[in-house]
Every structure is written in structure tokens, then in C-alpha cells.
């Protein structure tokens, strides 16, 4: 018979390598949620960029240094997101190919 999915021991997998690939999943998709961060701030600088265009013929030079100024501030969020969503898909690959390989040696 099937086990039923609201048993508790689905989610408490007992040899160590099914605990480090629980753990690296759930380290995965926080991983693509900073992506999704990531690429949303990506977006919004492109949006500022073209707004930015579009005021040139009609604010002064002030004006455009200031503006460039706050989608600096972004830039560096933004990057800052890249970055972390990066590091943390590299982790886990790294982490699932340190346990495939220790799943390999045991056999």
C-alpha cells in the first residue's frame, strides 16, 4: 500500500543524503526567488533607463545627474541580488556534487 503524502516521515528522510538534498532543494528555491529579485530589478532599471530618454530634451543637465544618481542606488541593489542569486545556485551544485559523489564511492 502507498505511503499516504501527509505522512510526517516524507518529509524527514533518514539517510544523509536525502537530508542534504532535502536541504539543498529548499536552499534552491530561495535561490530563484533572488533571481526572480534579481531580474525584476533588472526590469526596473531598464524602466528608469528609458524614462531617463525620454526626459533628456526636457530637464537639464542638474536634472539628469540626479536622476542618474538614485538609479545608481538600483544598479548596486540590483547587482547585489545578481550576485547572491549566483553564489547560491553555485553552492548547491556544488553541494549536490560533493553527495553524488560520496553516494558513488559508498557503492
Known amino acids: 500500500m502507498p505511503t499516504p503524502l501527509n505522512d510526517s516521515s516524507i518529509l524527514q528522510p533518514r539517510s544523509v543524503a536525502l537530508r542534504s538534498i532535502a536541504s539543498q532543494a529548499q536552499k534552491y528555491v530561495r535561490a530563484i526567488d ?50 547572491q542569486a549566483y553564489d547560491s545556485f553555485r553552492s548547491v551544485r556544488k553541494t549536490l556534487e560533493d553527495v553524488s559523489h560520496s553516494i558513488l564511492d559508498m557503492t
Open 34 to 83: 533572488c533571481s526572480v529579485t534579481a531580474a525584476q530589478h533588472g526590469f526596473n532599471i531598464a524602466t528608469e533607463a528609458l524614462t531617463l530618454a525620454e526626459m533628456i530634451p526636457r530637464s537639464t543637465e542638474k536634472e539628469h545627474q540626479e536622476y542618474l544618481v538614485g538609479m545608481m542606488a538600483m544598479v548596486l541593489q540590483g547587482q547585489g541580488n545578481a550576485q
